[in-house]
């Protein structure tokens, strides 16, 4: 997938590496994405992986945002 600028502005879009910026694709997408990104998310990562990253410290979604994702990945 080829991410939006918007969407990850303080970094260059084509140097995220899938695997190594797992928790910062995620974190961002399900703050600031489109549904067709957040589509992205939920096929490319387990829903272990999104629902463990929602559990980090200092996860950086707003609370409202960190509620709803956590009840759809149960």
């Known amino acids: ?3 939006r ?3 990850f502005w303080d970094t260059n879009p084509s140097k995220i590496d899938t695997k190594k ?3 910062y694709i995620i974190e961002r997408i399900l703050e600031f994405g489109r549904p067709n990104e957040v589509g992205w998310v ?3 990562y387990p829903k272990r992986v999104i629902k463990k990253t929602l559990h980090l410290p200092r ?3 707003n609370s409202k945002s960190k509620a709803l994702w956590s009840l759809l990945v149960k």
């Open 1 to 3: 997938m080829k991410f």
């Open 42 to 44: 939920f096929k490319h």
């Open 5 to 7: 600028q918007a969407l």
């Open 59 to 61: 996860v950086q979604l």
């Open 21 to 23: 910026n797992a928790r």
